[in-house]
T-cell receptor, first 109, second 113 residues
Framework: DQQVKQNSPSLSVQEGRISILNCDYT??????FLWYKKYPAEGPTFLIS?????DKNEDGRFTVFLNKSAKHLSLHIVPSQPGDSAVYFC????????FGAGTRLTVKP | DVKVTQSSRYLVKRTGEKVFLECVQD?????MFWYRQDPGLGLRLIYF???????EKGDIPEGYSVSREKKERFSLILESASTNQTSMYLC????????????FGPGTRLTVL
């Protein structure tokens, strides 16, 4: 039972353009959402988070949007850089933490 | 610089062997976690611990056990390794606050032949 879904296993964008990674969840008890970035041969590292009382959180080139009514969040990266190429995991926290399957982002020079 | 270390980056074991995966954190975190990462499934929680000698089952504890004798160390044990336990194993830790992000180790790629 996957409560957090990332339906796009991969995404490819051109350097300088916007990357949009999407995440859907089913459990309305989730009240905190996080994005992690994972490079090959490394563990995931925290990128950005958002509380359910907000609908947007911005940190430099990274912005996370939360649409509670749609149970959907997205991560925007603007402008995308080749160093952003990695696997991005969406996570949602209620009583415990649930992770999506990940989206592999490739940013082409 | 915070750090979570795992004893091995790559491990190859045979079916039926007992396997120990070690995780150490230097952040004095109360909570520690073991996940496995499989393609298309994301990270799935095996066990977690919120204090020394305390443990809680995650979503997929079958075939695994854990040990937390010291605050900084959390061990994952495969009592009798099977081929379906071939996976990437990730350890994580976090402090006691509800909404703190987890810090992950680099992972151990375990192959069971």
């Amino acid at each position: 039972d996957q409560q957090v879904k990332q339906n796009s296993p991969s995404l490819s964008v051109q350097e300088g353009r916007i990357s949009i990674l999407n995440c859907d969840y089913t459990n309305s008890m989730f009240d905190y959402f996080l994005w992690y970035k994972k490079y090959p041969a490394e563990g995931p590292t925290f990128l950005i988070s958002i509380s359910s009382i907000k609908d947007k959180n911005e940190d430099g080139r990274f912005t996370v949007f939360l649409n509670k009514s749609a149970k959907h969040l997205s991560l925007h990266i603007v402008p995308s850089q080749p160093g952003d190429s990695a696997v991005y995991f969406c996570a949602a926290k209620g009583n415990d933490m649930r992770f999506g399957a990940g989206t592999r982002l490739t940013v082409k020079p | 610089d915070v750090k979570v270390t795992q004893s091995s980056r790559y491990l190859v074991k045979r079916t039926g062997e007992k396997v120990f995966l070690e995780c150490v954190q230097d952040m004095d975190h109360e909570n520690m976690f073991w996940y496995r990462q499989d393609p298309g499934l994301g990270l799935r929680l095996i066990y977690f611990s919120y204090d020394v000698k305390m443990k809680e089952k995650g979503d997929i504890p079958e075939g695994y056990s854990v040990s937390r004798e010291k605050k900084e160390r959390f061990s994952l044990i495969l009592e009798s390794a099977s081929t379906n336990q071939t996976s990437m194993y990730l350890c994580a830790s976090t402090s006691g606050g509800d909404y703190n992000e987890q810090f992950f180790g680099p992972g151990t790629r375990l192959t069971v032949l």
